[in-house]
């Protein structure tokens, strides 16, 4: 099958990364290849690492960027082995990075994965398929205060309790093993008037499991510091994520390695010794313009942050 993923805030992602034709560049999350592509081709001497975690990410963009030939390499890993992934290639500093954090469009397609709450298929959702633990897992054997929780919070869901409440009733008669069962227990909890005039009601919850198995915003914190440690100076990591803990997650990062120092206020001198690493680009995040909405519904949560690397270190 092939990829129709609409790069989300393509142009504004591509004059944020202000490429540099003969520099390295890393697309942290490569789906498609819609931003790869856009990058790669702005590149002369220039090359591309490109990270998926999804072996099908990986296979896609090699045919989309086949005419590149040797300028893109291809790593079928997670993106927070960046550091490792980079030495092995020799590899010691890149000129810019791009993450576009979540599920592709593709991911959501092929309704065997899982991932689609219209799609009848096993509880999966692993975007890395090497792993073992899969939404079966989460729906399965989590208790009813964790399933609460990773619903409130990821998915951001009113009706979290119910619907933990009744995914334990209803797996006491059996195990949940289909998307669709799962669905029809949402159903169930969710009030019909809720429902009127709102998104589809597995909605969240599904996008809770899927940030669960995939340990999305566990990563994040820690990917985001082993990004900017890479950069050269004045290189930039742009950041585009769709979910507001996430967004929250990288704005606090942002401002945390430009603040540098992590001592507490109270005491009289640093003791860290953690120097500013630069600063971030955009106060606000920036996010899609009417015509890219009107194209592209799911660009409307869509918050494009960028970080640029301090070009002389500060003493
Ligand atoms: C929103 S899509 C990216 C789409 C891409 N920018 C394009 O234009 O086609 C996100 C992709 O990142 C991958 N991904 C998400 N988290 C990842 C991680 N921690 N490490 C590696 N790949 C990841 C997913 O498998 C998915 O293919
Ligand atoms: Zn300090």
Redesign the pocket.
């Known amino acids: 099958m092939e990829?129709h993923?609409v790069?989300v805030l393509r142009d504004e992602t591509i004059e944020m990364l202000a490429i540099r034709p003969n520099g390295v560049y890393v697309d942290?999350?490569?789906?498609?290849?819609?931003?790869s592509f856009e990058i790669v081709s702005r590149l002369t001497e220039g090359r591309l690492i490109g990270?998926?975690?999804?072996a099908a990410?990986i296979s896609a963009s090699q045919k989309r960027l086949a005419g590149f030939g040797d300028k893109v390499t291809y790593v079928n890993q997670?993106?927070?082995n960046v550091k490792s992934a980079l030495s092995e290639l020799g590899i010691d500093r890149i000129d810019g990075a791009l993450m576009?954090?979540?599920?592709?469009s593709h991911?959501l397609d092929e309704g065997e994965r899982g991932f689609s709450y219209q799609a009848d298929a096993p509880l999966d959702m692993r975007?890395d398929r090497r792993n073992s633990f899969s939404a079966y897992d989460v729906v399965n054997s989590y208790s009813e205060k964790q399933l609460e929780e990773i619903i409130f919070q990821y998915g951001e869901d009113r009706w979290a309790r119910r619907i933990a409440e009744f995914i334990v009733k209803e797996r006491q008669a059996g195990e949940i093993k289909t998307t669709l069962q799962l669905v029809e227990i949402i159903k169930k909890a969710v009030p019909k008037g809720a429902r009127k005039d709102g998104p589809h009601p597995a909605k969240r919850t599904f996008q809770a499991i899927r940030i669960e198995v995939?340990g999305?915003l566990t990563?994040l914190r820690q990917a985001i510091s082993d990004f900017v440690d890479c950069l050269t100076p004045g290189g930039r990591l742009a950041i585009i994520t769709f979910h507001s803990l996430e967004d929250r997650i990288v704005k606090t990062a942002f401002a945390d390695i430009a603040a540098g120092c992590t001592c507490p206020k109270e005491f009289p001198v640093c003791v860290c010794g953690k120097k500013p690493q630069g600063r971030p680009v955009n106060r606000k995040p920036i996010v899609a313009g009417e015509a890219e909405l009107l194209d592209n519904p799911r660009a409307r949560s869509a918050k494009l942050r960028v970080f640029e690397k301090v070009k002389i270190y500060q003493v």
């Open positions: 990829f993923h790069p942290a999350t490569m789906g498609g290849a819609g931003h990270f998926d975690q999804d990410a997670n993106f927070k576009d954090l979540g599920v592709s991911q975007m995939n999305e990563i």
